[in-house]
């Protein structure tokens, strides 16, 4: 008996051990580490003088990595020749950097890595680390700071470069065209920005969203905001200022050929009212039709093909003109395609139309009908958009009413004489209660004109009204959801968004959004007051 219990106990304390080990070997994770990586030290150390060295080393407590360095890596002055950064790629527990340009004299340079320094394991980063040195004999230590923001993106506007150029005997405003500034900073991810480590003296200070990354002002890519005034240095104030894309001057591209009969012309600049002339001989009965797409720098070409090598093209505007010559080689032809602007509801606010995707020249009104649940007709009248390609049917409509839409075969012929297959569909109002309104308050101390646009929740326009006055504004029968608001402070009055220009230091019209969603739902009043000051 006492054996067995020697042999029990010594069982119990064998297993007890088992268990024990294999709960310490068992991994747990432990804490997630959530601190970033410490700079230890730096040869040359940080906020050199006199500095003269063409390589720098910047050690770290731990393993790190350098993840879009050539994105985030900000240098002021910028180098005409940009420094050699290592390890890319690989984790390491120091930074090399061996500059490949000139130095000037006398001046404070700043290596602002962003938060391109994360940790090897977790990524934790070491946000906007700088190191900074002088070629001269004291560290530059002034600053300035404000925020950039983009009137026409509601959401936040990443990588926007804000720069300082020195106003000296050199100095024209074509400078920011040709050559860096003299000091730039990045808002990265946030609208707010700091330039630092700065001399005393008179400034522009402009910002840019810089499509090629080459510090250097083009319009035709970049976005580009500016403050008037000169900025004098040391200042307290705070720059808030908006970027925005200039309207280029004119410039029309060499055709495409889509299909047969079919070519697009890209351009830049403002290309409303653009007059195409075909230069080639053509036939009496030739037809042509210009259609531009929408969002999109380029217009669609139609024209009612013929026998030719080559086409020959004026293009002109204004005292812009240029000639093209295009071969075309297609045999293909666009089929007709229709699209109709509503399924199912036809809502009471509404205008029924039908899209075409190729120009139409000839409606035969006599083949359309629009009959009510009793088959009783719908008188209508008929309207051709600009582009001709946008019919629209306009008819009294009464809620809670089912209509039926015939569209027989050549009701509608494009320009290369194609017409529509027989077409019907149904559509069904609603009653006013399924609807709901919101009311707007406009206020403000100015007495101009404001556009304001109701937005969607993918800020997508829904309705827009102009007014000229601060007042109450109200959007109808409109379905239930989730709305947001824009209004556009309309200057000049001319009932558009108007952009800037840097070389006629004209800012852009003021756009603001009504940060709160508007829930609306059937049957309900909403209203709102925004204030505009």
């Not at 602002?112 to 700088?130: A, M, Q, R, T």
């Not at 925020?147 to 804000?162: F, N, Q, S």
């Not at 259609?291 to 093909?305: A, G, M, S």
């Not at 899209?355 to 309207?383: C, G, H, Q, Y």
Request: charged fraction near 25%; charge should be positive.
């Amino acid at each position: 008996m006492r054996n067995s219990l020697i042999k029990f106990f010594l069982l119990l304390v064998i297993s007890s051990a088992f268990f024990d080990c294999a709960r310490r070997g068992a991994p747990t994770g432990g804490l997630k580490d959530t601190i970033p990586p410490v700079m230890i030290k730096a040869i040359p150390k940080m906020e050199s003088v006199n500095f003269k060295e063409s390589k720098i080393k910047i050690f770290f407590d731990e393993y790190i990595k350098l993840k879009d360095a050539n994105k985030n890596l900000v240098i002021s002055p910028p180098q005409k020749t940009d420094p050699i950064i290592s390890p890319l790629g690989t984790a390491s527990k120091f930074i090399t950097i061996k500059i490949q340009d000139t130095l000037d004299a006398n001046t404070t340079y700043s290596f602002n890595f962003g938060n391109s320094i994360v940790d090897n394991n977790e990524e934790n980063k070491l946000g906007n680390f700088k190191y900074v040195f002088s070629t001269g004999t004291y560290i530059d230590s002034l600053n300035l700071v404000g925020e950039v923001t983009d009137p026409m993106v509601k959401k936040l506007v990443r990588g926007i470069d804000v720069m300082l150029y020195d106003y000296n005997s050199a100095f024209t405003d074509s400078i920011i065209y040709k050559q860096k500034p003299r000091y730039i900073a990045n808002t990265l991810d946030s609208t707010l920005f700091e330039l630092t480590n700065l001399r005393a003296g008179k400034y522009l200070l402009i910002a840019l969203k810089d499509a090629n990354n080459n510090k250097i002002y083009n319009p035709e890519i970049d976005k580009i905001g500016f403050i008037k005034d000169t900025v004098t240095l040391p200042t307290d104030k705070k720059y808030n200022f908006t970027i925005f894309k200039e309207i280029p001057k004119l410039k029309v591209f060499r055709p495409k050929e889509v299909n047969k009969g079919h070519l697009i012309f890209g351009f830049e600049g403002n290309a409303a009212d653009l007059n195409i002339e075909l230069l080639s001989q053509k036939p009496s009965d030739f037809k042509s039709e210009i259609v531009f797409e929408k969002e999109k720098d380029t217009l669609n070409y139609w024209y009612t093909p013929f026998e030719a090598d080559s086409l020959k093209f004026l293009v002109s505007k204004n005292d812009y003109s240029e000639e093209f010559t295009l071969k075309t080689r297609s045999s293909k032809m666009d089929s007709l395609k229709i699209i109709k602007s509503a399924t199912g509801v036809l809502h009471l606010i509404d205008t029924f139309s039908i899209a075409t995707n190729t120009p139409i020249v000839n409606i035969d009104r006599s083949l359309i009908k629009i009959t009510d649940k009793d088959s009783l007709l719908i008188d209508f009248k008929e309207s051709l958009s600009k582009s001709k390609t946008k019919l629209t049917l306009n008819f009294e409509k009464k809620y809670n009413t089912e209509y039926n839409f015939e569209l027989l075969p050549k009701a509608v012929t494009d320009i290369f004489g194609i017409s529509n297959d027989s077409l019907s569909f149904k559509l069904k109002t609603k009653s006013p209660e399924d609807y709901g309104i919101i009311n707007i308050d406009l206020v403000s101390a100015k007495k101009t004109a404001f556009i304001v646009e109701l937005l969607n929740e993918k800020d997508a326009l829904i309705r827009l009204i102009k007014v000229d006055k601060p007042q109450k504004v109200s959007f109808n029968l409109l379905s239930p959801g989730n709305y947001g608001v824009r209004v556009t402070i309309d200057e000049n009055n001319n009932g558009i968004w108007d952009t800037g220009s840097f070389l006629n230091k004209r800012q852009p019209e003021v756009v603001k959004y009504f940060d709160k969603k508007i829930e609306l739902r059937a049957n309900w009043d909403v209203n709102e007051t925004i204030n505009l000051d």
